[in-house]
């Protein structure tokens, strides 16, 4: 398996853009998490869903945030409009639904200008 | 709210030395800790899960040790190498492996 994808790798916008993140979940897997990390914050956990579903956004920072699952190979982290301050890597990860481990991305580095 | 604390913050050592990774937590309710590595610009690797159950894992020069009612982990690094330099990250897994709540990590250096 080619493991957790994300793309783009790199992000660069201007403030006031839309930007659009996107991961492919290790097939099988039937949790998704999106994490953010900065240097301020460290490491955070944003959102995640099960079976497409999301169960707790409560680590979405603002409405500027939004996360969905169309289906069960595809999610996507939508930030509009975009600010400087969410300058950061933003993590992808999945896990099975009998597992315990999470498995990370190599995530997307997002500056915002 | 769970709080993680990871100490040293940076650590630089000699080629071979043995070295200790602290990590403390607020909350011993956790479900699993985890500990992991992150190289610059990667994504983050597994190293070691202890189940609450547990009180410590190995793998390979890795030893990572739990004490949950005292709040607080270890990882043992044996023999260290160049090679290891990284940042160590420890993770608690809080309700059912749902929500993992990481330190700020210690960026270790191992000079050859």
């Known amino acids: 398996d080619a493991g957790v994808i994300q793309s783009p790798r790199h992000e660069v916008t201007e403030m006031g853009q839309e930007v659009t993140l996107r991961c492919k979940p290790i097939s099988g897997h039937d949790y998704l998490f999106w994490y953010r990390q900065t240097m301020m914050r460290g490491l955070e956990l944003l959102i995640y869903f099960n079976n497409n579903v999301p169960i707790d956004d409560s680590g979405m920072p603002e409405d500027r945030f939004s996360a969905k699952m169309p289906n069960a190979s595809f999610s996507t982290l939508k930030i509009q409009p975009s600010e400087p301050r969410d300058s950061a890597v933003y993590f992808c990860a999945s896990r099975p639904w009998q597992g315990v481990e999470q498995f990370f991305g190599p995530g997307t580095r997002l500056t915002v200008l | 709210k769970q709080e993680v604390t990871q100490i040293p913050a940076a650590l630089s050592v000699p080629e071979g030395e043995n070295l200790v990774l602290n990590c403390s937590f607020t909350?011993?309710?956790?479900?699993?800790l985890q500990w992991f590595r992150q190289d610059p610009g990667k994504g983050l690797t597994s190293l070691l899960l202890i189940q609450s159950s547990q009180r410590e894992q190995t793998s390979g020069r890795l030893n990572a040790s739990l004490d949950k009612s005292s709040g607080r982990s270890t990882l043992y690094i044996a023999a260290s190498q160049p090679g290891d330099s990284a940042t160590y990250l420890c993770a608690t897994v809080m309700e059912y492996g749902n929500k993992l709540v990481f330190g700020a990590g210690t960026i270790l250096r191992v000079k050859s």
């Open positions: 909350d011993s309710a956790i479900y699993n």
